[in-house]
């Protein structure tokens, strides 16, 4: 193998690493949601576009940089006010009535942002700090999925540290697999599962601000990356902070190389993937038991 086919898989390599930690973003915001609410978010994907848009329109006031943090809290206090003022109303009823409202609002939410913001792509470019090209040894990669690769790392690992470290977070992980033993502590749910909501509301808008630079920035652009989450989380298990990220890089890595082996099976190769650990794990790589909050 020469350096020029060398350089090509390793790029493809390391692109496989940059669109699974952004399928990571977005599947812990399923993850969490789900683990502590019950509901599966049809609305990811749409929340991912809407973070896109917010990252435009915020950078062209703060620039690029601030908009990294601006415009998640923006999205996520919005996901919390939805939560607190609608999708609250849902928790002691039918599950599926939970489910259909994610759902007509991720249409919603779509054709809003059209009426907003036109049906035509937006582009938005990277800043030239984090523009062109690195070179290791002889090996070109582009700087700014460096920059994606490493500030998804720092998100993912904050995660963490406030999930298993902080007061907060226990109690996050506590409601999620026995509500009743945490309310009988005197700790009221309803107030963390707003946070819980917005944070995971936060992590697909994350995922869409970093995703802008690299392609236009599309009404459409989450429809298929939402469906994409939707393979990481059920392939690493419902709930499963490790199974996400396991599954992610998986997920990612799988596309990568099939597009370099048989280009029109990159697609269709997640869901090959799904099927065949469904078959072999039916709970997913890491999957976890839930209780439902009541």
Request: net charge positive; charged share 10%.
């Amino acid at each position: 193998m020469d350096i020029a086919t060398l350089n090509i898989w390793l790029q493809q390599l390391a692109n496989g690493l940059v669109t699974g930690s952004m399928y990571i973003a977005l599947a812990l915001g399923l993850s969490i949601i789900f683990g502590m609410i019950g509901i599966v978010n049809f609305a990811h994907g749409a929340v991912y576009t809407l973070g896109a848009y917010a990252a435009l329109e915020v950078s062209r006031r703060t620039g690029f940089f601030p908009s990294l943090i601006i415009s998640p809290i923006l999205v996520g206090l919005l996901g919390m006010a939805l939560e607190a003022l609608v999708l609250r109303r849902f928790y002691k009823g039918i599950p599926e009535l939970g489910l259909l409202f994610t759902f007509g609002l991720s249409m919603f939410m779509e054709q809003a942002i059209r009426i907003i913001w036109g049906p035509t792509p937006i582009p938005i470019a990277a800043p030239e700090q984090v523009g062109g090209v690195l070179t290791v040894a002889g090996l070109m990669y582009s700087k700014y999925r460096t920059f994606v690769l490493v500030c998804t790392i720092v998100v993912i690992a904050g995660l963490w540290w406030f999930l298993e470290k902080t007061r907060y977070g226990t109690i996050i992980r506590a409601g999620s697999r026995d509500p009743e033993m945490v309310r009988m502590l005197g700790i009221t749910l309803t107030p963390v599962m707003t946070v819980v909501f917005g944070l995971g509301i936060a992590l697909a808008a994350f995922a869409g601000l970093m995703a802008a630079p690299l392609s236009q920035v599309d009404p459409a652009m989450g429809n298929a990356v939402g469906t994409a989450a939707f393979v990481v989380v059920v392939i690493g298990g419902l709930g499963s902070f490790w199974g996400a990220i396991i599954s992610g890089l998986l997920v990612g890595e799988v596309i990568s190389i099939t597009k370099m082996v048989w280009p029109t099976m990159s697609e269709a190769s997640i869901y090959f993937l799904m099927l065949l650990v469904l078959l072999l794990r039916p709970r997913g790589l890491l999957g976890e038991r839930w209780e439902r909050f009541e």
